[in-house]
């Protein structure tokens, strides 16, 4: 089943303590992306990847690091977590033609105490 | 710069009401444009997009947007919502040859049955 899955699901964690939420997609899709949704602002891109060693900073970059050392895995750092990003963080693939559609994760959701 | 603004927050229709629910964005460029719907508890699912031909796009579940170029807007419709339409919808637009996606804040719909 052609799917993105993110892991975990819930995380609740205190601030300064290193995280990392994984995220793999088994469509062999060329770009990744994550998005924080919070309400009243909709999604909000972080970061993004349009390949393999190449990724760039969408809207909310700050305090987040990535990385896409494989096509399939694009990991989500949080080197020392703030309480402001408690949020809900997606993760979405898409085929490289950027008129194909995102396909989502099912979520993380992160507090940070 | 980008950007996409969905006018209404929240929705509140009896089943068989018609919807309409209004997204209009800024950017001077070619663009695609989606929609995605978020029911309770999940990620996000692709309605529809549109990238070129018929600016009337029909979606999933008897949903369809009209693509007016001239009001840069992408308003979404249904003629008869049901109670299982209840969910968030966002408008998502993507700038043709670039790799970034910007999402509407979303529209909370709730079907009363």
């Known amino acids: 089943e052609a799917q993105v899955t993110q892991n975990p699901r819930y995380l609740i964690t205190v601030t300064g303590k290193k995280l990392t939420v994984t995220c793999s997609q088994n469509m062999n899709h060329e770009y990744m992306s994550w998005y924080r949704q919070d309400p009243g602002l909709g999604l909000r891109q972080i970061y993004y990847s349009m390949n393999v060693e190449v990724t760039d900073k969408g809207d909310v970059p700050e305090g987040y690091k990535v990385s896409r050392k494989e096509k399939r895995n694009f990991p989500l750092i949080l080197e020392s977590p703030s309480p402001n990003q408690t949020s809900l963080y997606f993760c979405?693939?898409?085929?490289?033609?950027?008129?194909?559609?995102?396909?989502f994760g099912n979520g993380t959701r992160l507090t940070v105490t | 710069a980008q950007s996409v603004s969905q006018h209404n927050h929240h929705v509140i229709l009896s089943e068989a009401a018609s919807l309409e629910l209004g997204c209009n964005y800024s950017?001077?460029?070619?663009?695609?444009l989606f929609w995605y719907v978020q029911y309770p508890g999940q990620h996000l699912q692709l309605l529809l997009k549109?990238?070129?031909?018929?600016?009337l796009v029909k979606g999933i579940k008897g949903f369809e947007a009209e693509f007016i170029k001239s009001k840069f807007s992408f308003n979404l419709r249904k003629p008869s919502v049901q109670w299982s339409d209840t969910a968030e919808y966002f408008c998502a637009v993507g700038a043709s040859g670039t790799y970034k996606y910007i999402f509407g804040t979303g529209t909370r719909l709730k079907v009363l049955a």
């Open positions: 950017y001077g460029g070619t663009v695609n």
């Open positions: 549109y990238f070129s031909g018929d600016p």
């Open positions: 979405a693939s898409r085929e490289g033609a950027d008129n194909s559609p995102l396909h």
